[in-house]
């Protein structure tokens, strides 16, 4: 065979074991990365539901702290409404007690009137004048006539009586009527919260099942939403504790400055003293040789002198001296130590009285401290404020005069204000747009920001607000009025 041709056949078979291998390699190569496609979409789809389901924890959680609030506030009023009926049973029984006292008065009265008129008539079957003219004696028609004039003065007394009696009784009944109108009211009131009481536990009970059966969503939830409030916190405390140094540092610079001052007024008065020590030694060493020249003078012989012409020019007046002016009383500069403590002051004697972080109603549906939940036994919680549920749209105002401390962005929490009123701080969580910079002064009423509506919770609008003194974490439902 010739050379050529054994090069033909092994081109041949080369190719026909080249071009399978090579068309298998591709087809390997495509199938891993449609597999690694379906992969990714997979983990997509799987992390989208994990936030969709996140998301939907989110809401049952915030639908159950609103629900329990409700309850908690729908309780608070049945109380209060039924204190106030056993205020009105005790109302009712005090004034049922003076109706029956006025009533039997009122029917002793009337008695006695009707016995006094019958016995009058059985003594005088005739009119009055015969009855004056039937005496005896003029003194017995006297005593007569004054009896027949004090009786009708009595007749006129026991039927005002009578009449005060009625009115003050139908008065009371009244005041009756119209408790026990209030007391009914009362218990229609009664019975409608305890219905909206029983909805409101069972669409809890529902929300708590649904949260159940997402253990390990909520769980999840819970400690990321308490890593996220550890991150605030420890910011706040960083904050705080930079500003306490700063505090510190600029008032050792102003006891510095005061002490520098007190030494240079000390050392001014001793040059004061000495510069007036030396004009007076020097007026004494003045006066001392004007004395021993007038002596010098008179040991002298007296001689006649001739007498030297007056000078034309006129001596100068010698103008009476002034009194100097007292100095001006300038009022005493503050240092910022000083406006601190005023502000803690007036901050503290405020308390119970500073306005609501809010101008509008409001709903506390996270109460401050540590709580473990009713419902759900696992769960506790650690609140550092308030978190109060408001309408869409609602400012955040300043609850008293301070300054802006500072004002910043954290995972969860959107945007932070921290108000400084001397040792003591405010704190307004969840603000979607600050309306105020740092170091900006603030009075009371002021607007701060709009708070946050959460889209992904139909537009619920929450704010965390806290009072503190330093680091120290207050319960502000004591100080707001």
């Known amino acids: 065979m010739r050379p050529h041709y054994l090069l033909h056949i092994v081109a041949f078979l080369l190719l026909a074991f080249t071009v399978p291998a090579t068309a298998y390699a591709q087809n390997s190569v495509s199938k891993v990365k449609k597999q690694q496609q379906i992969m990714q979409q997979q983990i997509k789809d799987t992390s989208d539901k994990i936030k969709a389901n996140t998301k939907q924890v989110n809401r049952q959680l915030n639908q159950l702290n609103l629900i329990t609030a409700e309850i908690t506030e729908q309780q608070r009023e049945i109380n209060r409404l039924n204190a106030q009926v056993n205020a009105l049973d005790k109302r009712i029984k005090q004034l049922d007690d003076s109706i029956t006292l006025l009533n039997a008065r009122l029917e002793k009265m009337r008695a006695n009137y009707a016995k006094a008129v019958k016995r009058m008539s059985r003594k005088s079957s005739l009119n009055q004048l015969m009855f004056l003219f039937s005496a005896e004696s003029f003194s017995q028609a006297f005593r007569r006539f004054r009896y027949l004039q004090e009786f009708s003065s009595w007749k006129s007394r026991q039927s005002e009586q009578i009449i005060a009696t009625q009115r003050l009784m139908e008065s009371e009944k009244t005041k009756q009527q119209a408790a026990i109108d209030e007391k009914r009211a009362a218990l229609e009131s009664i019975d409608t919260n305890r219905r909206q009481l029983v909805d409101r536990k069972k669409k809890q009970a529902d929300v708590v099942a649904g949260l159940k059966k997402e253990g390990a969503s909520l769980n999840i939830l819970l400690k990321d939403k308490e890593r996220q409030a550890k991150k605030l916190d420890e910011e706040l405390n960083r904050l705080i504790a930079n500003e306490e140094r700063k505090a510190e540092e600029r008032r050792r610079a102003e006891e510095k400055a005061a002490e520098e001052r007190r030494i240079a007024e000390e050392k001014a008065a001793l040059e004061k003293a000495a510069e007036e020590e030396r004009l007076r030694q020097q007026q004494l060493e003045q006066a001392k040789k004007q004395k021993e020249s007038k002596k010098k003078q008179d040991k002298k012989p007296k001689t006649e002198t001739k007498q030297k012409p007056q000078d034309s020019k006129p001596k100068a007046e010698t103008k009476p001296a002034t009194k100097p002016k007292p100095p001006v009383q300038q009022t005493k500069k503050l240092s910022e130590t000083e406006k601190e403590q005023l502000l803690t002051k007036s901050f503290e004697q405020a308390k119970g009285r500073i306005m609501a972080p809010v101008a509008s109603s409001y709903k506390v549906v996270k109460p401050f401290g540590r709580h473990r939940h009713p419902e759900?036994?696992?769960?506790?919680?650690?609140?550092?404020g308030i978190d109060?549920?408001?309408?869409?749209?609602?400012?955040?105002?300043?609850?008293?005069?301070?300054?802006?401390?500072?004002?910043?962005?954290?995972?969860?929490?959107?945007?932070?204000?921290?108000?400084?009123?001397g040792s003591y701080l405010t704190i307004y969580v969840n603000i979607l747009h600050a309306d105020v910079a740092t170091g900006q002064e603030i009075k009371a009423g002021d607007s701060l920001g709009t708070i946050f509506s959460d889209p992904d919770d139909d537009n619920r609008t929450i704010l965390h607000f806290e009072v503190r003194k330093e680091k120290e974490k207050l319960d502000p439902q004591i100080w707001i009025r």
């Not at 759900?376 to 550092?384: A, I, S």
């Not at 549920?389 to 932070?416: H, I, L």
Request: hydrophobic share 45%; glycine share 10%; charged share 20%.
């Open 376 to 384: 759900l036994k696992h769960v506790e919680t650690f609140n550092g």
């Open 388 to 421: 109060i549920e408001v309408a869409a749209g609602t400012k955040a105002r300043a609850v008293f005069d301070g300054r802006v401390s500072a004002v910043f962005q954290t995972e969860g929490f959107n945007t932070v204000i921290m108000l400084r009123h």
